[in-house]
């Protein structure tokens, strides 16, 4: 799995997620600090990366509809140090199977998660 991290996520999370075994980048190593939206998704899409992100706007399935990119995590967390957005992502990951992600919307909570998953088998990856 490859991501890409917002600009609203700690760059220390893509140093946790490459402990994990993951590749990922930030968007200010890709010259993406301060894109909009669109830009940023292009650049997921682009290159088979799921976003991981905190903007609420990502979630809008009438703008990013599941099976359109390759897949949107949305943290949705009162709190956001570095240490509970880990443990929070950590858990998610060995909660669910990696291929729910590809392709869809997750809203990931504390201490739950959502999966907004692509309806037809034609998938966009």
């Known amino acids: 799995m490859k ?23 930030h968007v200010r ?15 997921a899409r682009e290159n088979g990366l799921i976003l991981i992100t905190v903007d609420k706007g990502f979630t809008n399935i009438l703008h990013y509809p599941p099976n359109t990119h390759h897949g949107i995590i949305r943290l949705k967390l009162k709190y ?18 990696m291929e729910e992600i590809k392709g ?4 990931l909570e504390k201490d739950r998660f959502r999966i ?7 998938s966009f990856i």
């Open 116 to 122: 907004r998953k692509k309806q037809d088998t034609n």
């Open 80 to 97: 956001m140090p570095s240490k509970i957005v880990h443990s929070v992502l950590e858990r998610f990951f060995k909660a669910v199977r």
């Open 29 to 43: 190593d890709v010259d993406l600090r301060g894109a909009s939206d669109s830009e940023v998704i292009k650049f």
């Open 3 to 25: 991501f890409l991290l917002d600009e609203n996520i700690s760059p220390k999370t893509v140093k946790f997620l490459k402990s994990l075994g993951f590749e990922a980048v």
């Open 104 to 107: 869809n919307i997750i809203i």
